[in-house]
């Protein structure tokens, strides 16, 4: 339980197990959103936010995995909020650090493969490293799939997937009228895994600041109100009970 626990309001409720849903989705996308406003609320400083935004994150992520649900994509850190203060990017960073020193046994106990999403050679040494060291030592394993997004944008993973075609096409491997959607998805930092089903992002924000552009074309979207601290796995449980009443027509007239 997080340090500031005693601010957090979160509905204790007993968690859903996978029988208890009709319909799951396979690959889970959340934009964890709200911490600097929760922090504000308790007249605390917004690492603060963030800090209990981790706790959040903890018990998501022990959510996932016992609904045995494929993949689990989390926004962490933008491109776009490197434009923070150097004491908030300082405050994530060593976030990071301290995430990964507390999770990496019991995830990779627990079977989880993590993958980061983004372009990890901006970041600093250190978190590189236990970000490689992450990826290399649950790289086998066959559990649930956590993609970690961290200066990770949409836009810069196009970019990046059309500069390797533009690769193959210049070595002569490829033609480019036979570029396919299959070949953009498997260019991307999620290839091999399912497009998603479901994102949810938090704080009531209805945006997608730049997450998954191309694995979202149908996807379902909620947006509780609720900031990401007091995300609680009640709210999480009551979110994957709507996208399984959601009809997903792909176009077709059902
Ligand atoms: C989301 O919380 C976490 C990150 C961007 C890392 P915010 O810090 O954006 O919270 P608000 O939007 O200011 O409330
Ligand atoms: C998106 O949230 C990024 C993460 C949650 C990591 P932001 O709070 O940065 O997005 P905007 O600026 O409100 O669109
Ligand atoms: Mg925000």
Request: charged share 30%; aromatic share 8%.
């Amino acid at each position: 339980m997080g340090i500031f626990h005693l601010f957090s309001h979160k509905a204790q409720r007993a968690a859903m197990k996978r029988e208890d849903f009709a319909k799951l989705p396979r690959h889970v996308a959340i934009i964890m959103d709200g911490n600097g406003r929760w922090a504000k609320k308790h007249k605390l400083n917004v690492a603060m936010g963030h800090r209990q935004g981790v706790e959040t994150l903890r018990e998501v992520i022990r959510h996932t995995d016992d609904l045995k649900i494929e993949a689990l994509s989390i926004y962490a850190f933008s491109t776009e909020n490197w434009k923070r203060s150097p004491e908030e990017v300082g405050a994530l960073m060593q976030l990071i650090l301290e995430f990964f020193a507390s999770e990496i046994d019991e995830l990779d106990e627990k079977n989880v493969r993590i993958l980061i999403l983004g372009d990890k050679s901006a970041l600093p040494d250190k978190q590189r490293e236990v970000l490689i060291e992450a990826e290399r030592r649950t790289g086998d394993n066959t559990g649930l799939r956590l993609n970690i997004a961290l200066n990770y944008g949409g836009r810069a993973e196009l970019v990046r997937a059309a500069q390797l075609l533009a690769e193959e096409v210049k070595a002569g491997e490829l033609e480019a009228a036979d570029i396919t959607e299959q070949m953009i998805s498997d260019r991307l930092y999620t290839a091999g895994q399912p497009d998603v089903d479901l994102m949810i992002r938090t704080s009531g924000e209805m945006r997608l600041s730049n997450f998954l552009l191309y694995q979202c074309a149908y996807a379902e979207f909620l947006f509780p109100t609720v900031l990401w601290p007091d995300f609680s796995v009640a709210d999480y449980d009551e979110a994957l009970k709507a996208y399984g009443g959601r009809e997903r027509r792909f176009g077709k007239r059902l």
